[in-house]
């Protein structure tokens, strides 16, 4: 059974910065691709990131210049690194991976950016 467990969520005020973490229970590089995901109150789970096995990154307009996303392999654990923060940044944020075996999901973390 593959588990993501995230962690590093919290309250920030606007223009600071956060980093969740996401740790796996398998080795990172056996993941094809792992990224990070998040909805808003009301609204559609939406992409972030994405960090496919190869190494390039990819980043949603919105986000792309302030979040930053990264891979620990010697700790199987994937970072999203959130830096000048906006309010409209607030949502339950989740990491996912997937193999050939499946896709798979963390228990989701809380953002909320807010004065």
């Known amino acids: 059974q593959v588990q993501l467990v995230e962690s590093g969520g919290g309250l920030v005020q606007p223009g600071g910065s956060l980093r969740l973490s996401c740790a796996a229970s398998?080795?990172?590089?056996?993941?094809?691709?792992m990224g990070w995901y998040r909805q808003a109150p009301g609204k559609q789970r939406e992409w972030v990131a994405t960090?496919?096995?190869?190494?390039?990154?990819y980043y949603a307009d919105s986000v792309t210049g302030r979040f930053t996303i990264s891979i620990d392999n010697a700790k199987n654990t994937m970072y999203l690194q959130m830096d000048s923060l906006k309010p409209e940044d607030t949502a339950v944020y989740y990491c996912?991976?997937?193999?050939?075996?499946?896709?798979?999901w963390g228990q989701g973390s809380q953002v909320t950016v807010s004065s």
């Open positions: 960090r496919p096995r190869t190494g390039s990154r």
């Open positions: 996912n991976g997937n193999t050939s075996q499946g896709s798979y």
């Open positions: 398998r080795p990172i590089f056996s993941f094809l691709v």
